[in-house]
Protein backbone atom coordinates (compact mmCIF):
# COMPACT_ATOMS: atom_id res chain seq x y z
CA UNK A 1 0.00 0.00 0.00
CA UNK A 2 1.05 3.48 -0.59
CA UNK A 3 0.26 7.00 1.31
CA UNK A 4 -0.02 9.84 -0.06
CA UNK A 5 -0.63 13.69 2.17
CA UNK A 6 -0.88 16.90 -0.15
CA UNK A 7 -0.14 20.30 1.43
CA UNK A 8 0.82 23.37 0.40
CA UNK A 9 -2.66 25.04 -1.18
CA UNK A 10 -4.01 28.17 -0.03
CA UNK A 11 -5.18 31.23 -1.33
CA UNK A 12 -3.70 33.18 -4.14
CA UNK A 13 -4.11 36.20 -6.00
CA UNK A 14 -4.03 35.78 -9.75
CA UNK A 15 -1.18 35.68 -11.42
CA UNK A 16 0.95 34.70 -8.07
CA UNK A 17 2.58 31.19 -7.34
CA UNK A 18 1.74 28.52 -4.94
CA UNK A 19 3.65 25.38 -4.24
CA UNK A 20 2.11 21.90 -3.67
CA UNK A 21 4.01 18.79 -2.29
CA UNK A 22 3.09 15.43 -1.78
CA UNK A 23 4.94 12.96 0.37
CA UNK A 24 4.02 9.41 0.19
CA UNK A 25 4.87 6.52 2.55
CA UNK A 26 4.59 2.79 2.64
CA UNK A 27 5.79 0.64 -0.78
CA UNK A 28 6.64 3.70 -2.47
CA UNK A 29 8.98 1.09 -4.53
CA UNK A 30 5.66 -0.27 -6.37
CA UNK A 31 5.15 3.92 -7.79
CA UNK A 32 5.76 4.12 -11.68
CA UNK A 33 4.18 7.51 -11.81
CA UNK A 34 2.83 10.25 -10.26
CA UNK A 35 0.11 12.38 -10.66
CA UNK A 36 -1.80 15.72 -9.81
CA UNK A 37 -5.56 15.87 -10.68
CA UNK A 38 -8.05 18.75 -9.43
CA UNK A 39 -11.70 19.29 -9.71
CA UNK A 40 -13.89 22.66 -9.45
CA UNK A 41 -17.06 22.52 -7.97
CA UNK A 42 -19.37 20.97 -10.30
CA UNK A 43 -17.08 19.92 -12.53
CA UNK A 44 -15.72 16.13 -13.15
CA UNK A 45 -11.85 15.55 -11.82
CA UNK A 46 -9.04 16.61 -14.88
CA UNK A 47 -5.60 15.46 -15.54
CA UNK A 48 -3.15 18.23 -14.78
CA UNK A 49 0.51 16.79 -14.71
CA UNK A 50 2.33 13.65 -14.24
CA UNK A 51 5.79 12.81 -13.64
CA UNK A 52 7.27 9.32 -14.05
CA UNK A 53 8.98 8.28 -10.56
CA UNK A 54 12.50 8.07 -11.74
CA UNK A 55 12.12 11.23 -13.40
CA UNK A 56 12.70 10.50 -17.06
CA UNK A 57 9.57 12.25 -18.18
CA UNK A 58 7.00 14.65 -17.12
CA UNK A 59 3.25 15.26 -19.00
CA UNK A 60 0.90 18.13 -19.08
CA UNK A 61 -2.15 19.06 -19.39
CA UNK A 62 -2.63 22.06 -21.99
CA UNK A 63 -4.58 24.00 -20.06
CA UNK A 64 -1.30 24.18 -17.34
CA UNK A 65 1.39 23.75 -19.87
CA UNK A 66 4.28 26.57 -19.79
CA UNK A 67 2.41 27.50 -16.14
CA UNK A 68 2.88 24.87 -13.56
CA UNK A 69 5.86 22.44 -13.32
CA UNK A 70 5.87 18.75 -11.84
CA UNK A 71 9.16 17.23 -10.29
CA UNK A 72 9.75 14.85 -7.40
CA UNK A 73 12.48 14.03 -5.17
CA UNK A 74 12.90 10.35 -5.11
CA UNK A 75 15.19 10.51 -2.15
CA UNK A 76 12.11 11.76 -0.04
CA UNK A 77 8.97 10.37 -1.62
CA UNK A 78 7.69 13.77 -2.20
CA UNK A 79 5.91 15.03 -5.80
CA UNK A 80 5.66 18.99 -6.53
CA UNK A 81 3.71 20.74 -8.01
CA UNK A 82 4.74 24.55 -8.46
CA UNK A 83 2.26 26.47 -10.10
CA UNK A 84 2.63 29.76 -11.39
CA UNK A 85 0.96 32.82 -13.27
CA UNK A 86 -2.22 31.12 -11.65
CA UNK A 87 -5.88 32.13 -12.74
CA UNK A 88 -9.05 32.25 -10.83
CA UNK A 89 -10.30 28.99 -13.65
CA UNK A 90 -6.80 27.00 -11.59
CA UNK A 91 -8.95 27.09 -8.41
CA UNK A 92 -10.10 23.47 -7.14
CA UNK A 93 -9.52 21.04 -4.77
CA UNK A 94 -6.02 19.14 -6.05
CA UNK A 95 -5.23 15.71 -5.68
CA UNK A 96 -2.02 13.51 -6.07
CA UNK A 97 -2.14 9.84 -6.80
CA UNK A 98 0.08 7.65 -7.46
CA UNK A 99 0.16 5.35 -10.53
CA UNK A 100 1.62 1.72 -10.83
CA UNK A 101 2.17 2.33 -14.55
CA UNK A 102 4.96 3.56 -16.07
CA UNK A 103 3.63 5.13 -19.14
CA UNK A 104 2.29 8.91 -19.26
CA UNK A 105 -1.34 8.15 -17.29
CA UNK A 106 -3.89 10.59 -18.03
CA UNK A 107 -6.32 8.52 -16.94
CA UNK A 108 -7.67 8.98 -13.44
CA UNK A 109 -8.33 4.94 -13.38
CA UNK A 110 -4.44 3.86 -14.40
CA UNK A 111 -4.32 5.76 -10.40
CA UNK A 112 -4.24 3.18 -7.52
CA UNK A 113 -3.81 5.59 -4.35
CA UNK A 114 -4.78 8.88 -3.99
CA UNK A 115 -4.30 11.53 -1.51
CA UNK A 116 -6.82 13.03 0.45
CA UNK A 117 -6.71 17.14 -1.46
CA UNK A 118 -5.96 19.98 -0.84
CA UNK A 119 -7.63 23.58 -1.98
CA UNK A 120 -6.72 26.30 -4.39
CA UNK A 121 -8.17 29.00 -4.45
CA UNK A 122 -6.95 32.15 -6.93
CA UNK A 123 -9.11 35.58 -6.03
CA UNK A 124 -9.31 37.99 -10.06
Known amino acids: QVQLVESGGGLVQAGGSLRLSCAAT????????MGWFRQAPGKEREFVAAVRWSGVWTNYADSVKSRFTISRDSAQNTAYLQMSRVNPEDTAVYYC?????????????????WGQGTQVSASS
Open 26 to 33: GRTSIIGA
Open 97 to 113: AASLATTPPHDARWYSY
